[in-house]
């Protein structure tokens, strides 16, 4: 092999070692800018879910908030039938102040265990204030649910949902066809004083009779 030949093969040789180091960097730097590309766009997408994430719990906090309104109007009367086996009338109770709590009713644990807390706070009695809570269901579908919280207390059953919808409850909590969780006080005439409706399902007994006891 002469001179000349060898010094072509070098040449090739070493052309090609620089060949492969080019492409070599090239792959590297394609895959540097994919890699930094994917972080960005790894970044881009945490901030728009803690965006996201930061809306609903923002709405989710709206929602959940306390709303009550204290326009009197004329109580709408109603006659409903109990778990007791009675009927029970609006106008059974004028002369005394009557607290109507409207809830979602069967498979409600806050809802009944509202109720179970409500009776063991004696300043409903002594205020002469009658709590009556009044649910969309029959007597077998919300009676498991007053044994398992030990609630004593008689419910109305709006079956049909007629006096919901006339105290205007219907959707103020998860359910567009249920009541929420919500009170009416309705005076001694038997004029509304007060009604307040509580989508974080709960309200301290203490605090709602202030409520009640500070609208007579």
């Known amino acids: 092999m002469t001179t000349s030949s060898r010094r ?5 040789r070493e052309s090609a070692a620089l060949t492969a180091r080019e492409t070599l960097r090239n792959q590297r730097a394609m ?13 881009v997408a945490t901030v728009v879910v803690l965006v996201v994430i930061a809306g609903l ?26 778990t007791a086996g009675t009927t029970v009338s609006l106008s059974d109770y004028r002369g005394k102040p009557v607290l109507l709590y409207f809830n979602e ?7 009944t265990q509202q109720m179970a807390e409500i009776e063991k706070d004696p300043g409903f009695a002594k205020a002469g204030i ?10 077998e579908q919300i009676q498991p649910d007053l044994d398992q919280f030990g609630v004593r ?5 709006d079956e049909g949902g007629s006096v919901s919808k006339a105290y205007g409850t219907l959707g103020t909590g998860m359910h567009e066809g ?5 009170f009416v006080l309705i005076d001694a005439s038997g004029v509304q004083r007060w009604q307040g409706d509580y989508p974080s399902m709960w309200i301290a007994p203490a605090q709602l009779l202030k409520e009640a006891k500070s609208r007579l």
């Not at 009658?130 to 007597?139: A, D, G, Q, R």
């Not at 249920?178 to 919500?182: A, C, S």
């Open 178 to 182: 249920l009541p929420g969780h919500g």
């Open 130 to 139: 009658t709590v009556l809570p009044i649910v969309m269901n029959t007597k």
């Open 57 to 82: 719990v923002t709405v989710g906090l709206l929602n959940s908030r306390a709303t009550d309104s204290s326009v009197s109007r004329q109580a709408p009367a109603f006659s409903l039938r109990t």
């Open 8 to 12: 072509t093969r070098r040449a090739n």
């Open 153 to 157: 207390s008689t419910y109305l059953l």
């Open 105 to 111: 009713g069967a498979g409600c644990g806050s809802c």
């Open 31 to 43: 895959e540097d800018a994919h890699r930094a590309r994917w972080r960005l766009v790894s970044r």
